[in-house]
């Protein structure tokens, strides 16, 4: 296990169960600070280090579809495609592309989303890219293949 690499064998979902108990206790994604997702040892660092077995190709169709919805402005125009996703990551998980503890994540993460008024959620959209975006870059470095 170098560099703090991890072997796909050894994902630990209960690690990733904590994370989204973490994320169940706020009102708002964007009231998750950038330290507690970003930093070494953050949520994306635990989330990413704890799904090795996920798909990095699935992971980064993900990520781009919801980098496209980051270019509209308002919660309007992002809402009904941000929803769509969800049906998109529930079949990938069917096809065993994407794990269960993976989609449990985002579907939290999400479910954090669609609240507040209208600016809020466009803020709490942007948390979820950031978020995600740390997430990718943190499974990178631990299955750089």
């Known amino acids: 296990m170098a560099n703090g690499r991890?072997?796909?064998?050894?994902?630990?979902?209960?690690?990733i169960k904590d994370v989204i108990g973490k994320i169940s206790?706020?009102?708002?994604?964007k009231n998750l600070s950038a330290r507690d997702y970003a930093d070494e040892g953050g949520y994306a660092d635990i989330v990413a280090k704890n799904s090795s077995s996920?798909?990095?190709?699935?992971?980064?169709?993900f990520f781009g579809a919801i980098r496209d919805l980051e270019k509209k402005k308002d919660w309007k125009a992002?809402?009904?495609?941000?929803?769509?996703?969800?049906?998109?990551?529930?079949?990938?998980?069917?096809?065993?592309?994407?794990k269960k503890p993976f989609y449990n994540f985002m579907?939290?993460?999400?479910?954090?989303?669609?609240?507040?008024?209208e600016e809020e959620k466009v803020e709490n959209f942007k948390g979820m890219v950031n978020f995600l975006e740390a997430v990718v870059a943190y499974h990178k470095f631990y299955n750089p293949k």
């Open 25 to 29: 206790q706020i009102d708002m994604l």
């Open 107 to 117: 579907i939290a993460c999400m479910g954090k989303v669609d609240s507040g008024t």
């Open 78 to 98: 992002i809402e009904t495609e941000f929803y769509l996703l969800k049906p998109k990551i529930a079949y990938a998980v069917g096809r065993d592309l994407i």
């Open 54 to 61: 996920l798909n990095t190709t699935q992971l980064r169709k």
């Open 6 to 15: 991890r072997r796909r064998d050894q994902d630990d979902p209960d690690k």
